[in-house]
């Protein structure tokens, strides 16, 4: 079955920096598409980054010019390169997936996230 485990959260200061991975199982690389998710307490999970089928990123306009989303295809892996982090950039950071053969369109598979506190 298809598992996405993150790691990399953590507790920085503002200002500072953070690497998320997100390993994915289960499933070939080509057959998905993946992105970065984050929830607020009390709020919807929104999305942080998505990476397209041809390896593009497009990101919410809060971190553009901040976070960078990267994948590697071989290794089935996804990163995403947080830089000068803010208080409103603490939440649960989440992995996710989607068939490219849906268009990429509806996140199906998820990870368990990962915490990121910035003070």
């Known amino acids: 079955h298809v598992q996405l485990v993150e790691s990399g959260g953590g507790s920085v200061q503002t200002g500072g920096s953070l690497r998320l991975s997100c390993a994915a199982s289960?499933?070939?690389?080509?057959?998905?598409?993946m992105g970065w998710f984050r929830q607020f307490p009390g709020k919807e999970r929104e999305v942080v980054a998505a990476v397209d089928a041809a390896g593009r990123a497009a990101y919410v306009a809060s971190v553009e010019g901040r976070f960078i989303a990267s994948q590697d295809k071989a290794r089935n892996i996804l990163w995403l390169q947080m830089d000068n982090l803010k208080p409103e950039d603490t939440g649960l950071y989440t992995c996710g997936a989607t068939p490219v053969s849906s268009g990429c369109q509806s996140y199906v598979y998820w990870g368990h996230g990962t915490q990121v506190t910035v003070s």
């Open positions: 289960g499933i070939a690389a080509s057959r998905i598409c």
